[in-house]
Antibody, heavy 120, light 110 residues
Framework: EVQLVESGGGLVQPGGSLRLSCAAS????????MSWVRQAPGKGLEWVAN????????YYVDSVKGRFTISRDNAKNSLYLQMNSLRAEDTAVYYC?????????????WGQGTLVTVSS | QSVLTQPPSASGTPGQRVTISCSGS????????VNWYQQVPGTAPKLLIY???QRPSGVPDRFSGSKSGTSASLAISGLQSEDEADYYC???????????FGGGTKLTVL
């Protein structure tokens, strides 16, 4: 059974940093693209970042470029999102998702999410 | 303002057929496949339709997807109360080099 478990969310002040983690199990982690998708309170879904199987390709939504870094450790079956210079508008539930890049890109499995709140 | 456009709401009675539209452009739906996600409030999203019209294992065949040009549609037949949820379309965008979502459609089963 595929499982994705996020952790690391919490309350942080504007300008602060946070590192999210996603522990993957039930599949060969190193064989799949991985992603972060977020959802602000009461709002829709927003893709944040993708990373290729070996980490050689990374893509980000414009609003987080230069501030967020996606990374992975295939030996630990783990995905990360380093978030710096956080802003109030980054407040959201952050979901880890397993991706498939066929004809485009889709998120096949999702974690339960971790809440990040940016507030003073 | 979302890159993909969906109606904010849709509704139907049990047993009815409802459709949800998703409009995009040549850089996303027009050249890439469309995927649909279902999100019951308070839970994580779930893949409902992928590559335009494919259903993951476990998704009832009451759900179907289609695509034509720069638009796509999700159809739900034999509407059931448990179908009440938010539905999102999404696609890769070649210009933005990322995944774009529709704003979501809240489906109410009357």
């Amino acid at each position: 059974e595929v499982q994705l478990v996020e952790s690391g969310g919490g309350l942080v002040q504007p300008g602060g940093s946070l590192r999210l983690s996603c522990a993957a199990s039930g599949f060969t982690f190193s064989s799949f693209w991985m992603s972060w998708v977020r959802q602000a309170p009461g709002k829709g879904l927003e893709w944040v970042a993708n990373i290729k199987q070996d980490g050689s390709e990374k893509y980000y939504v414009d609003s987080v470029k230069g501030r967020f870094t996606i990374s992975r450790d295939n030996a630990k079956n783990s995905l990360y999102l380093q978030m710096n210079s956080l802003r109030a508008e980054d407040t959201a539930v952050y979901y880890c998702a397993r991706g498939t890049a066929v004809g485009g890109y889709f998120f096949e499995y999702w974690g339960q999410g971790t809440l990040v709140t940016v507030s003073s | 303002q979302s890159v993909l456009t969906q109606p904010p709401s849709a509704s139907g009675t049990p047993g009815q057929r409802v459709t949800i539209s998703c409009s995009g452009s040549s850089s996303n739906i027009g050249s890439k496949t469309v995927n649909w996600y279902q999100q019951v409030p308070g839970t994580a999203p779930k893949l409902l339709i992928y590559i335009n019209n494919q259903r993951p294992s476990g998704v009832p065949d009451r759900f179907s997807g289609s695509k034509s040009g720069t638009s796509a549609s999700l159809a739900i037949s034999g509407l059931q109360s448990e179908d009440e949820a938010d539905y999102y379309c999404a696609a890769w965008d070649d210009s933005l080099k990322g995944v774009v979502f529709g704003g979501g459609t809240k489906l109410t089963v009357l």
